[in-house]
């Protein structure tokens, strides 16, 4: 039976066999037609003529559709640049993470990661484009620390991107990752600390300066020092940060309201925030440092400081102490790190001191004041022996 054609695109009908009246016979009608891709299929077994025009009308109908449809939401965002996408994707991300990731993520954003990516679209990202990325940080002196950071929430993005359809191929299967360098750890000695403690005259600063190196406070938590953190004579809890942005007690970091973490506090340590309490009385809640809206009552009229509050007084200090190492107020939360590995303290505590993830964050920072074992371990054997 000869091939009949229906209307331009739709396709055509037709029969394989020898019978002289086809339209009568029983055998089926086969149809032929171009799928969305273009590509020709068949498909057989219709009885009727009917059957076989009715499918490819809705063969046709469904390839019309599929050509008028708009792109896919894979399509939508390949074509984003990425400071689009990353906006959007932060405000999504940001309801189920705690108040200091988030800032951590938008600076990350801010600072380096939307200046050298973010007029790019998403689904060009390779593995060159990533290298490239980590290359320029490097060559723009951007601290190790933050490079990995900015690492972490360009990976974030990206595979976000990637598990809605917005890019095929992984770009981070192939690039190497920056390195957290130990010489971006810098540790004052105990001579540095006593003429920090000695030239810090604001009151609130050198209770920071006490808490961070006594106890191994991050910056917000010391801002959060509480006397009914005195639960025993030697050991402080820490139940609680101040948010740098919001200047508002926020969880501790990796963790929820409720939980709380406790450190060991040296005599010395006591003792100064004792005297603090006596000259600098408690607000209602118990915290000690209420001073930080001084020239300005800040966000919502907060009494307390901001995450970048003292730096200027640090720097000040350093200056009056004669110290010209660049030493952070971090490097105080190293010395106590420091401090307690030497004395051989094991790392699973001062790990669970510092309120570190996991031990290998902790491992990673610090390996290298950690006494050499191998040499002792020998000793003791061959005493067991």
Request: hydrophobic share 35%; with cysteine; aromatic share 8%.
């Amino acid at each position: 039976m000869a091939t009949k054609t229906l209307a331009r695109g739709m396709g055509t009908f037709f029969k394989e066999c020898p019978c002289k009246a086809p339209t009568r016979c029983p055998h089926p009608y086969k149809i032929r037609y171009r799928d969305a891709t273009g590509k020709q299929r068949e498909e057989s077994g219709y009885a009727t003529q009917d059957k076989a025009t009715t499918r490819l009308t809705e063969l046709y109908q469904a390839k019309k559709g599929s050509q008028k449809a708009g792109p896919s939401e894979g399509e939508k965002i390949g074509v984003q640049t990425l400071e689009d996408f990353a906006s959007n994707w932060i405000a999504h991300r940001a309801r189920g993470l705690k108040d200091n990731s988030v800032e951590s993520y938008e600076r990350a954003l801010t600072l380096h990661i939307i200046p050298r990516l973010g007029s790019r679209k998403v689904g060009t990202f390779t593995a060159n484009a990533v290298d490239n990325f980590v290359g320029d940080m490097v060559l723009d002196d951007v601290g190790s620390a933050a490079q990995t950071n900015a690492y972490k929430v360009l990976r974030l993005v990206i595979n976000s991107a990637r598990h809605r359809g917005g890019l095929s191929l992984d770009p981070f299967l192939d690039t190497t990752p920056p390195d957290y360098q130990r010489k971006d750890i810098l540790i004052p000695t105990l001579e540095e600390l006593n003429l920090i403690r000695q030239h810090a005259h604001d009151d609130d600063l050198r209770l920071v300066v006490e808490m961070m190196s006594g106890c191994g406070l991050r910056n917000g938590e010391a801002h959060a020092t509480n006397i009914n953190g005195l639960v025993a004579a030697d050991v402080y809890r820490i139940t609680d940060q101040i948010h740098g942005r919001q200047r508002i007690p926020a969880p501790l970091k990796h963790r929820d309201w409720g939980e709380f973490r406790e450190t060991p506090m040296p005599a010395k340590t006591r003792a100064h925030l004792m005297r603090h309490a006596e000259t600098h009385s408690p607000d209602q809640l118990g915290y000690l440092m209420t001073n930080g809206g001084r020239g300005g009552a800040g966000v919502g009229g907060s009494p307390y400081y901001s995450g970048n509050a003292f730096r200027h007084k640090w720097q000040k200090t350093l200056g009056a102490a004669g110290i010209t190492t660049r030493y952070t107020m971090y490097s105080l939360r190293h010395f106590f790190a420091s401090n307690c590995l030497a004395m051989g303290i094991p790392i699973t505590d001062v790990a669970e001191w510092m309120g570190h993830k996991s031990i290998e964050v902790t491992y990673r920072i610090y390996r290298h004041l950690m006494p050499s074992s191998i040499g002792r371990a020998a000793r003791l054997l061959n005493a067991g022996i």
